[in-house]
């Protein structure tokens, strides 16, 4: 089986940066996913980490430790259009393709 | 414009009338998956396919099936509906391009079972 743990909720300002943890623990690994879901619509793909290290696409940035199993989503320069559910979601064994998410982390982003 | 289309966005019924929620891509994806959203339990996989005449089971199978006649569709059936299935459902194609991947969510149906 798999667990997955992320914090229910964080809040920051407007402009600051902000970092979203993700812990997991599986028996086998195949990919760590980030998706961002506004209320009431679907989620929206940010990332995808398969290796160890950091991968930066504008504003956001996803970090995978596999040893640890650990991961985060740093998001820069905040907007106030950034509040919203952050859903980690991994993904268990070579050749399985079912990804199990955790419960999201509801960021709001204030002024 | 690359799209996941699903059909209906919204849906009341009644227990034990059959019903189909119809999913759609135009990016010749090969892997296709059904999610249902409830608060409190998150996002669980339903069914997922990897590719035409190829399905399996997620996490959350029962109740209902699916089909995979054709790449670009991914039907998900309701034989017969019950309360306990009414939930936001997302459809979700992906391109598995070597270690990285792009997963792509339909704008969701809720369904109400009454």
């Known amino acids: 089986g798999q667990n997955i743990d992320q914090p229910t909720e964080m809040t920051a300002t407007e402009g600051a940066i902000v970092q979203i943890n993700c812990t997991y623990q599986?028996?086998?690994?195949?990919?760590l996913f980030w998706y961002q879901q506004h209320a009431g619509e679907a989620p929206t793909f940010l990332s995808y980490?398969?290796?160890?290290g950091l991968e930066e696409k504008g504003r956001f940035s996803s970090f995978l430790s596999r040893s640890k199993g650990y991961s985060y989503l740093l998001l820069k320069e905040l907007q106030m259009k950034d509040s919203a559910s952050y859903l980690c979601?991994?993904?268990?064994?070579?050749?399985?393709?079912?990804?199990?998410f955790g419960r999201g982390t509801s960021l709001i982003v204030h002024p | 414009e690359a799209q996941v289309t699903q059909n209906p966005r919204y849906l009341i019924t009644v227990t034990g009338k059959k019903l189909t929620v119809t999913c759609s891509q135009n990016?010749?994806?090969?892997?296709m998956s059904w999610y249902r959203q409830d608060p409190g339990l998150g996002l669980r996989q339903i069914y997922y396919?990897?590719?035409?005449?190829?399905?399996d089971k997620g996490d959350v199978p029962e109740g209902y099936k699916v089909s995979r006649k054709e790449k670009r569709n991914f039907p998900l059936i309701l034989e017969s509906p019950s309360p306990n299935q009414t939930s936001l459902y997302f459809c979700?194609?992906?391109?598995?391009?070597?270690?990285?991947?792009?997963?792509?969510f339909g704008p969701g149906t809720r369904l109400l079972v009454l």
């Open positions: 979700a194609s992906s391109l598995l391009d070597g270690p990285q991947e792009t997963q792509y």
């Open positions: 599986t028996s086998g690994f195949n990919g």
């Open positions: 980490n398969v290796l160890d």
């Open positions: 979601a991994v993904r268990d064994r070579g050749g399985s393709y079912i990804p199990t």
């Open positions: 990016m010749n994806h090969e892997y």
């Open positions: 396919s990897m590719n035409v005449e190829v399905t």
